[in-house]
């Protein structure tokens, strides 16, 4: 089939593969314009212009797709299907109305379950030890067109947002390019979702980073794990000693024990950190402007230890 391709993010590339891959052809791709990005906050490429760039296929940047001059670009190249992976924009009526096998979604979860922008990380958050990936068909309610195809994977308990992301992306691959072909042949089946059991995956923000540690050693580690790499598990460590702060984004965890109450956010005689129900250790931290290290070596360079303690951001709450 002839294929129109909307998105921006990394999540898709790995389903731009299959498809050029596959018998089917990808004609044009719509995306977002270059962001500021980094330290020195350059403007670069995203991934699918990138990826458009590489394999020589045409493409254009825009802020909305729904302008007139996007709809003549459709038009134009009368595409069989449209495809959209992580564009992150509304599709109107009279946009998905062009392509004649209609418009298609792969959404990060087992759908009617986190609808929205962030649903691996919010699936992380919560504990859940399942996710997946859904086609849907695009519908004016955000994620909840008709469902053509599923698929499962497990989530381990250290398993971050970052790591399931690119697992999902690699599952996604194939059963897109088996919907593609169902829907080609006439033979895809169309499911509605049930609404009443919906659950929500707002976009995340900087304030879901805050790290409370009178919550449970599980629960803590299980948002840190979430909020892996963007925008991060923010809190401030403090010197018993000499009472400097120093912000740190947690990167990675393990509960230790997970029953008993303890003094939250001390740090006790093992350098585990106590949480208001069981323990954490931490493992891997990057303080504020630094890079990514072990938390011995955070302790040994700030002379830190037994009696230092964590506590909410100063910059963040």
């Known amino acids: 089939m002839r294929i129109v391709y909307c998105g921006c993010g990394r999540f898709g590339v790995d389903s731009l593969n299959a498809i050029k891959a596959s018998n089917h052809q990808i004609l044009y791709i719509f995306t977002h314009p270059e962001k500021p990005a980094g330290r020195g906050r350059k403007c670069r490429p995203n991934d699918v212009e990138q990826w458009a760039q590489q394999n020589n296929i045409p493409f254009i940047t825009v802020e909305n797709i729904n302008v007139p001059s996007c709809v003549d670009i459709l038009e134009k190249f009368k595409p069989d299907l449209l495809v959209v992976i992580a564009f992150g924009q509304k599709i109107s009526p009279d946009i998905i109305s062009i392509p004649t096998k209609g418009a298609i979604n792969v959404h990060g979860s087992l759908l009617p379950q986190y609808r929205g922008a962030a649903p691996i990380n919010w699936a992380i958050i919560n504990g859940d030890k399942k996710t997946g990936v859904t086609i849907i068909t695009l519908a004016q309610t955000m994620d909840a067109g008709e469902m053509l195809a599923t698929a499962e994977m497990e989530i381990s308990d250290d398993a971050t947002a970052e790591i399931v992301h690119d697992e999902l992306a690699k599952l996604a691959a194939p059963l897109l390019i088996e919907t593609i072909d169902k829907i080609e042949a006439g033979t895809a089946v169309y499911t509605k979702q049930d609404n009443s059991t919906a659950t929500k995956a707002p976009k995340l923000k900087k304030?879901?980073?805050?790290?409370?540690?009178?919550?449970?050693?599980?629960?803590?580690?299980?948002?840190?794990?979430?909020?892996?790499?963007?925008?991060?598990?923010?809190?401030?460590?403090?010197?018993?000693?000499?009472?400097?702060?120093?912000?740190?984004?947690?990167?990675?965890?393990?509960?230790?024990?997970?029953?008993?109450?303890?003094?939250?956010?001390?740090?006790?005689?093992?350098?585990?950190?106590?949480?208001?129900?069981?323990?954490?250790?931490?493992?891997?931290?990057?303080?504020?402007?630094?890079?990514?290290?072990?938390?011995?070596?955070?302790?040994?360079?700030?002379?830190g230890g037994t009696g230092d303690f964590f506590t909410v951001s100063e910059d963040i709450k």
């Not at 629960?219 to 120093?246: M, Q, T």
């Not at 990675?252 to 109450?261: L, P």
Request: one cysteine or more.
């Open 207 to 303: 304030s879901d980073g805050i790290i409370d540690f009178s919550k449970s050693a599980l629960e803590i580690h299980n948002r840190i794990r979430g909020l892996w790499y963007w925008p991060g598990a923010v809190a401030d460590f403090v010197s018993a000693k000499s009472g400097k702060r120093f912000t740190v984004t947690l990167a990675k965890t393990k509960v230790v024990e997970n029953t008993i109450k303890h003094q939250p956010g001390l740090i006790n005689p093992e350098l585990n950190v106590e949480c208001g129900i069981g323990t954490l250790k931490i493992l891997e931290l990057k303080p504020h402007g630094g890079k990514l290290m072990d938390f011995k070596s955070f302790l040994n360079g700030r002379a």
